[in-house]
């Protein structure tokens, strides 16, 4: 079984930039998408940014040009790299995981307060 940690968020100012990361455990034998999405208090939640197994990328109208996903396959970690962070941004982040067939693991979720 697949387990999904997250780290990386917490309190910083608007304009300012975190990096989460996403550490997997388990036997992974083959990775389809990784995914970030968030959730907001009272709103539903969103796929922020999405990661192909060959590469392609895509990304949520509201982040694009200011968040990055990436992956180190070594280290079996996935990255939300988030630049010029605005208040909206604020929500729990939640790493997501499609591998095997059909197989899917979420993280606990972690965590992203933007505020003066």
């Known amino acids: 079984q697949v387990q999904l940690v997250e780290s990386g968020g917490g309190l910083v100012q608007p304009g300012g930039s975190l990096r989460l990361s996403c550490a997997a455990s388990g036997r992974i034998f083959s990775i389809n998408v990784m995914r970030w999405y968030r959730q907001a208090p009272g709103k539903e939640r969103e796929l922020v940014a999405h990661l192909t197994n060959i590469g392609n990328t895509n990304y949520a109208d509201s982040v694009k040009g200011r968040f990055t996903i990436s992956r180190d396959n070594a280290k079996k970690t996935m990255y939300l790299q988030m630049n010029t962070l605005k208040p909206e941004d604020t929500a729990v982040y939640y790493c997501?995981?499609?591998?095997?067939?059909?197989?899917?693991?979420w993280g606990q979720g972690i965590q992203v307060t933007v505020s003066s």
């Open positions: 997501n995981l499609l591998y095997g067939l059909g197989s899917v693991a």
